[in-house]
């Protein structure tokens, strides 16, 4: 199929690239810590400690890349398949010591990206918007290690796919295109329960994570 072709049926094809700011929301929870024995951790006076798991407000950067088709010129379907780093960070309030102190954790996931989006098209500006489904290829074990002292069921809490949505906008100049998303999380990335009575009655830890993506585009055809 020539480029002419292609344009004259609203069909398009391409690679894109660019960045992830996303961030992991999750709320917070002061929960019981245990040793590596199963037995309540003690603190400094003896008693067993109880420690605050808290989300943070930093963002992590990631990068995305991969293809898109596109069909229809004004009104168009725009399915894609994306490989995809993202993350966050959260705090560990340790209160075993006189002064609680606090540790950050920061974590990173690489996922597939599948998004199926429907637009609208007037001259070089698109909107766009609908549902992605995100299939976990990797994570850098710091979220295990963190909250292994907290729950006994982690491993079984990651899931495997994610369900959520994306909107934005985008601009073609020629056959380059720039394309600003917001996404975000119907599922939960990870949901466990902790161990023991947490203090605020809260005896479930919820993650999810949002993003803003930033990437450019080059239409092949």
Do not use: C
Request: proline share 3%.
């Amino acid at each position: 199929m020539s480029t002419v072709q292609a344009q004259k049926k609203g069909f398009a094809f391409g690679i894109k690239g660019g960045v992830n700011l996303s961030r992991l929301t999750m709320g917070n929870v002061f929960t019981t810590r245990y040793d590596d024995n199963g037995n309540p951790y003690l603190g400094y006076d003896g008693k067993a400690v109880s420690d605050n798991l808290k989300e943070s407000f930093d963002t992590k950067t990631g990068f995305v890349g991969g293809i898109y088709a596109r069909f229809g010129r004004v009104l168009f379907i725009q399915p894609e398949v994306l490989v995809s780093t993202k993350g966050g960070s959260f705090e560990i309030i340790k209160n075993d010591q006189a002064v609680p102190v606090t540790q950050t954790i920061n974590v990173k996931y690489s996922n597939i990206d599948v998004p199926l989006l429907v637009g609208l098209k007037a001259g070089p500006i698109r909107i766009l918007a609908g549902p992605v489904t995100s299939f976990r290829i990797g994570d850098n074990q710091r979220l295990r290690d963190a909250f292994k002292h907290y729950t006994s069921n982690f491993n079984d809490s990651m899931d495997q796919a994610t369900f959520g949505y994306q909107f934005g906008a985008g601009l073609d100049l020629g056959g380059v295109s720039i394309d600003v998303r917001k996404e975000g999380s119907f599922t939960n990335l990870a949901s466990f329960q902790v161990n023991g009575t947490p203090v605020d009655g809260t005896a479930k830890v919820k993650q999810k994570i949002t993003s803003w993506q930033v990437t450019l585009g080059l239409k092949l055809f």
